[in-house]
């Protein structure tokens, strides 16, 4: 009789083990604790993005000469987005905003021809988080790889598929980091560094 007491014993202390087991395997499956995403549902936040705000560093680069300057973004879906130049002091206040597909340029005072000649890129929607997002979506070689730190969106332009772009994100917070945009001899033309950065896919 013991001996079969035992058994019972056994065989109920194993199943509440395998219960226990198979819960804390589903609960360690699902659960998501802060910012532990998985790498696609990252990029999926960044493709399918609302919109965003960003404070950005910009570098460009040409064959003639090297422009940088500091850029404040917004964007609110694709009938409503604007670019201030912060920085540099000489063309600071130069604003472009997007409403309904008609441009603005405000800030009169400025010779805005010499502007856009000599600041390549800025009248040009090349320097949004949303340009890239359209690229990658209507690409059909987009793709990403990733290490520990980040992960790195890989795409080209729609308009001329020799200009390479990669925008990275940062795998802990899942917002971008930077942009790097490579003309046709695959040099950094345009690089972009995320200061501040608020991405809204909801």
């Known amino acids: 009789m013991k001996i079969e007491k035992k ?31 998985s790498s696609q549902e990252m990029v999926d936040n960044i493709l399918n993005m609302k919109s ?21 973004q917004q964007y609110n879906g694709e009938n409503q987005n604007s670019q201030e130049v912060l920085e540099p002091s000489n063309i600071k206040g130069v604003k472009i905003t997007k ?13 805005l021809l010499s502007v856009f000649e000599n600041y390549e890129y800025l009248s040009e929607n090349h320097l949004d988080l949303n340009s890239f997002i359209s690229d990658y979506k209507d690409n059909n070689n987009s793709k990403y790889k990733e290490n520990q730190e980040e992960i790195i969106m890989q795409t080209s332009s729609i308009n001329n598929s020799k200009i390479e772009k990669n925008l990275y994100i940062n795998r802990k917070t899942g917002e971008p980091t930077k942009l790097e945009i490579k003309d046709t001899n695959k040099k950094t033309a345009v690089y972009i560094l995320y200061k501040e950065v608020d991405v809204n896919s909801k």
């Open 99 to 111: 409403t309904n597909g008609e441009l603005k340029i405000e800030n009169t005072n400025l010779n």
């Open 52 to 72: 965003y705000e960003a404070v950005i560093e910009v570098e460009v680069k040409s064959n003639k000469n090297e422009n940088k300057y500091v850029i404040k």
């Open 7 to 37: 058994k019972k014993y056994f065989i109920v202390i194993l199943i509440i083990l395998f219960i226990l087991l198979f819960c804390c395997f589903y609960m360690v499956k699902n659960l998501k604790i802060g910012n532990n995403k």
